[in-house]
Antibody
């Protein structure tokens, strides 16, 4: 069955770079998009960006200057890197299977705290 | 960016009742609208897409309606497992955006 699982450090220092991995199973990264979505504590959901099945990327303009999404198809992994972290980046980070903008499967999420 | 507004942040209802959750887009998004449910400790679950199409596995007591700027998620005859958070999301244009959520609680 389709599964996505996020992994990465739970605590990152301000001004440093966040690296998260989404490991997928049950589908191929060359057939589906994968998006990253985040949710600060007590707040709403923010779409961050995605990597398309062909390998191209789309980013939320609010994050574009700090964000990079890539993949390793041999490992079925999608990688998120975001630099210059601030405390406002504290959030649960989710990876999702993205079918033309519809998020039909989600990971459980990983909580990332940015410490000042 | 398309702003999605869920005017009701909280809704209390009893099992067996019917409820409707509204979602309004800041511009016309045709029917490029999805609804998600989140329950504590569980992954987000896609309920409805294209405004009214039930995702496989979504119970038939759920229905979606609307197009353009105004959308509604209706749950008939609430079951105990229906309580949780509900979000709408537009995928008409990037950036993809979500409503702020409606928490459905047991009265």
């Amino acid at each position: 069955q389709v599964q996505l699982k996020e992994s990465g450090p739970g605590l990152v220092q301000a001004s440093e770079t966040l690296s998260l991995t989404c490991t997928v199973s049950g589908f191929s990264l060359i057939s589906y998009y994968v998006s990253w979505v985040r949710q600060p504590p007590g707040k709403g959901l923010e779409w961050m960006g995605r990597i398309r099945s062909g390998g191209s990327t789309d980013y939320n303009s609010a994050l574009k200057s700090r964000l990079s999404i890539s993949r390793d198809t041999s490992k079925s992994q999608v990688l998120l890197k975001m630099n210059s972290l601030q405390t406002e980046d504290t959030a649960i980070y989710y990876c999702t299977r993205d079918t033309m903008g519809i998020f039909d499967y989600w990971g459980q999420g990983v909580m990332v705290t940015v410490s000042s | 960016d398309v702003q999605m507004t869920q005017s009701l942040s909280y809704l209390a209802a009893s099992p067996g009742e019917s409820v409707s959750i509204s979602c309004k887009a800041s511009k016309s998004i045709s029917n490029y609208l999805a609804w998600y449910q989140q329950k504590p400790g569980e992954a987000y679950n896609l309920l409805i897409y294209s405004g009214s199409t039930l995702q496989s596995g979504t119970p038939s007591r759920f229905s979606g309606s609307g197009s353009g700027t105004d959308f509604t998620l209706t749950i008939r005859s609430l079951e105990p497992e229906d309580f949780g958070l509900y979000y709408c999301q537009q995928y008409y244009e990037k950036p993809l955006t979500f409503g702020s959520g409606t928490k459905l609680e047991i009265k």
